[in-house]
């Protein structure tokens, strides 16, 4: 299944529950502090920190580092800042996209595999992963964006085809905006 019906099919798992537990009981210590062998969290990568290379309108390269954790909130960064019609909730935005997940670092899906690009109608409550329908706001035709997309925005537990609660990586290229 192409991410692109993914796209489509995935539209119900942006809201995921997470896993929290409440506990009323105090913890206990008995004599010596104990010692810790786990290592340091890393932190939350930036969108600064993702390399993307290649011109805009051709197949990115994008590259995601190992010494940051993925984020848990949605990065946007512009790469090529388009000169046409910027797109607002409720336009259609026609994209070039590739996908690249978190934890494997390998490409999952892109438009340019298929030789067109993807539609996306009624952007801000199209039938798309939330982290599109947020992401693709203020995308001017013309431009290259990144997108980081953390579990909650994406597929979820649910996956779809994608690992569960996967952290996605898309660097969409705007290539047409209809107004509407």
Not at 60 to 77: G, R
Not at 90 to 97: F, L
Not at 109 to 131: C, H, L, M, Q, Y
Request: charge should be negative.
């Amino acid at each position: 299944m192409t991410v692109a019906t993914v796209l489509l099919t995935g539209a119900g798992v942006a809201g995921c529950s997470s896993n929290e537990s409440a506990s009323n009981s105090s913890p206990t210590t008995t004599g010596s502090p104990a010692t810790s062998s786990a290592t340091t969290p890393l932190a939350a990568c930036t969108a600064d920190a993702i390399t993307v290379s290649g011109a805009a309108n051709a197949r990115p390269e994008i590259t995601i580092p190992d010494n940051c954790a993925p984020p848990s909130e949605l990065l946007i960064k512009d790469i090529t800042p388009g000169t046409g019609t910027e797109v607002k909730a409720g336009d259609d935005a026609t994209v070039q996209y590739d996908l690249v997940t978190w934890s494997d670092k390998a490409e999952k899906d892109a438009s340019w595999n298929r030789g067109e690009p993807f539609t996306v109608e009624n952007v801000g409550k199209a039938r798309v992963i939330e982290g599109w329908n947020q992401g693709l706001i203020g995308l001017k035709e013309g431009g290259r964006r990144l997108l980081v997309v953390p579990a909650s925005l994406g597929y979820g537990k649910g996956g779809n085809g994608i690992k569960p609660n996967e952290t996605l990586v898309f660097v969409i290229d705007a290539v047409a905006v209809k107004q509407h």
